[in-house]
């Protein structure tokens, strides 16, 4: 059984910064890409970040400038720094692993998610 387990949500003021941690654990035999999504109350998840094992990274156009996606893959751990937050930032975060569990088994697992609030 692998599940990635979030953390590092909680209320902050406009302007404040966060920092989100994703651990996956389990029968774990390498990641691909690890990702951080977001959904708003009322909207579509929507991806926010993701990084490569390789280090590669790509950011939603809103979140540019502001948010920095890092990995340790030795820890199986990704973080997402989140600086300049806005009140449209809020939403649950959910953390994506696309990972093999065995060299021929490959699956996406998700977080439970975990909550950011900003207030404006």
């Known amino acids: 059984q692998v599940q990635p387990v979030d953390s590092g949500g909680g209320l902050v003021q406009a302007g404040g910064s966060l920092r989100l941690s994703c651990a996956a654990s389990?029968?774990?035999?390498?990641?691909?890409?690890m990702r951080w999504y977001r959904q708003a109350p009322g909207k579509q998840r929507e991806l926010v970040a993701a990084i490569t094992s390789g280090g590669s990274t790509n950011y939603a156009d809103s979140v540019k400038g502001r948010f920095t996606i890092s990995r340790d893959n030795a820890k199986n751990t990704v973080h997402l720094q989140m600086n300049s937050l806005k009140p449209e930032d809020t939403g649950v975060y959910y953390c994506?692993?696309?990972?093999?569990?065995?060299?021929?088994?490959?699956?996406?697992?998700w977080g439970q998610g975990t909550q950011v609030t900003v207030s404006s």
């Open positions: 389990g029968s774990i035999f390498s990641i691909n890409v």
């Open positions: 994506n692993a696309d990972l093999y569990r065995t060299p021929l088994v490959r699956g996406e697992y």
